[in-house]
């Protein structure tokens, strides 16, 4: 079993709607969780981080940690063509980060 | 302020040969990280740095290495090429070795041929 698992997608939705992206992950010794946005033939971009559980908010963004389902969230309000990107999310680990497989997502104009 | 510099972006190399890859941190940040990326393993972590020492390994090969300088500067190499090698290889610099905020290079495309 991988330590974070999230569906590759692809996803597809339209302008505007709300995406719901979703990970789950075992070995919680580490308190902090990442989401990072890759556009193509580009480096990973860190999106947000949580520390432990609950949520942050940034902008059009939301990211949600409930570790006692070990679920991670990331919401994208009124979605935009740009925000057409793979999304990574990612856990802490011992001096390093330990990602999800990451997942697909378009936003049709 | 300048952001993570990967070189080369681009790579083709033979099977057997032998490939190193250097990053230069964001200024100030005293950690490196590498990871290889694949469409079927996804982001997979290689090694850690922090003050020139290595903190961390991922799970592979020896043919894999790297290292740190003084200035932070990273290099990996990469010995014996396989085809499998194929990857991005992105380096992401931290300010210390904790990589809660861990901002990635544009990465190198290494193409095993």
């Known amino acids: 079993q991988k330590e974070v698992e999230q569906d590759p997608g692809p996803l597809s939705v339209p302008e505007g709607a709300i995406v719901s992206l979703n990970c789950t992950y075992s070995n919680s010794a580490f308190q902090y969780f990442m989401w990072y946005r890759q556009y193509s033939r580009k480096g990973p971009e860190l999106l947000m981080y949580?520390?432990?559980?609950g949520n942050k908010e940034d902008g059009r963004f939301t990211a949600q940690v409930d570790k006692s389902s070990k679920y991670i969230s990331l919401f994208i309000r009124d979605s935009q063509p740009s925000d057409s990107a793979t999304y990574l999310c990612?856990?802490?680990?011992?001096?390093?980060?330990?990602f999800g497989q990451g997942t697909r997502l378009t936003i049709n104009p | 302020k300048a952001g993570v510099t990967q070189t080369p972006r681009y790579l083709i190399k033979t099977r057997g040969q032998q490939v190193t890859l250097s990053c230069s941190p964001i200024s100030g940040h005293r950690s490196v990280s590498w990871y290889q990326q694949t469409p079927g393993q996804g982001l997979q972590f290689l090694f850690e740095y922090f003050s020139e020492t290595q903190r961390n390994k991922g799970n592979f090969p020896g043919r894999f290495s790297g290292r740190q300088f003084s200035n932070s500067r990273s290099e990996m190499n990469v010995s014996t090429l396989e085809l499998g090698d194929s990857a991005l290889y992105l380096c992401?610099?931290?300010?210390?070795?904790?990589?809660?905020?861990?901002?990635f290079g544009q990465g190198t495309r290494l193409t095993v041929v």
């Open positions: 990612a856990k802490q680990g011992a001096q390093k980060l330990v």
């Open positions: 949580t520390y432990s559980s």
């Open positions: 992401a610099s931290s300010l210390s070795w904790l990589p809660t905020e861990a901002f």
